[in-house]
């Protein structure tokens, strides 16, 4: 049983184009995150959502917009996608709040031609 | 800037040696984490240290924190190849609801 379960694990693409990433978690967990970690491993927060509610929205270009259906998915939708949109996105989720203990889902590999 | 900073960026050692990685960091903390990738795949949480707290073990895993010079680490004793990944460092700062997580350590065990 996969606790943090996020498809496609690979996305190749052309630039211009709208792709989309899903995520959802099975622990009950009430806080939903995804991450960027770019080639040289940095990882940098993008959006956290508590309970279907954003939370944290950090300088992220208007062309990602992240929707959380409920508690339990938190879904990345990217428009008009560029070069440096690559990289792997990485979905996580906490119990509570609390900033505590991340679990990650295994990637989602972006690359953009 | 990021939060976290770790040193080495990059540790070879034989099996059975320990490894010890360290991070830094800028802002006052609540609480101090530290997480293990292995390649192409998610991070996965090894061990939380409080700021109230000096030193934790779990395993074979011993996490220091010294929130004066505001650096913590982590040895890995009696390594084995499958110890072999990405470690970083995540902290909590001044922003409540966000791990900023270092720059990672890549540790290489050499059976």
């Known amino acids: 049983d996969t606790a943090v379960s996020q498809t496609p694990k690979y996305l190749v693409t052309q630039m211009g184009n709208d792709k989309s990433i899903k995520c959802e978690q099975n622990l009950g967990h009430d806080t939903m995150y995804w991450y960027k970690q770019d080639s040289k491993k940095f990882l940098k927060i993008m959006f956290s959502?508590?309970?279907?509610?954003?939370?944290i929205n950090e300088t992220v270009p208007n062309r990602f917009s992240p929707k959380s259906p409920d508690k339990a998915h938190l879904n990345l939708h990217i428009n008009s996608l560029e070069l440096g949109d690559s990289a792997v996105y990485f979905c996580?989720?906490?119990?509570?709040?609390?900033?505590?203990?991340?679990?990650f889902g295994s990637g989602t590999q972006l690359s953009v031609l | 800037s990021q939060q976290g900073e770790e040193d080495p960026q990059a540790l070879s050692i034989q099996e059975g040696e320990n490894a010890t990685m360290n991070c830094s960091y800028k802002?006052?903390?609540?609480?101090l984490q530290w997480y293990r990738q292995n390649s192409g795949r998610g991070l996965v949480h090894l061990i939380l240290?409080?700021?109230?707290?000096r030193e934790k073990h779990s395993g074979r895993l011993r996490v220091t924190l010294d929130t004066s010079k505001k650096s913590s680490s982590l040895l890995i004793t009696a390594s084995r190849a499958a110890d072999t990944a990405s470690y970083f460092c995540a902290t909590d700062g001044t922003n409540a609801g966000k791990s900023t997580f270092g720059d990672g350590t890549t540790l290489t065990v050499k059976p």
């Open positions: 802002t006052s903390i609540n609480n």
């Open positions: 959502y508590n309970n279907k509610e954003l939370i």
């Open positions: 240290i409080r700021s109230n707290e």
């Open positions: 996580a989720s906490t119990q509570g709040a609390a900033n505590e203990k991340l679990f």
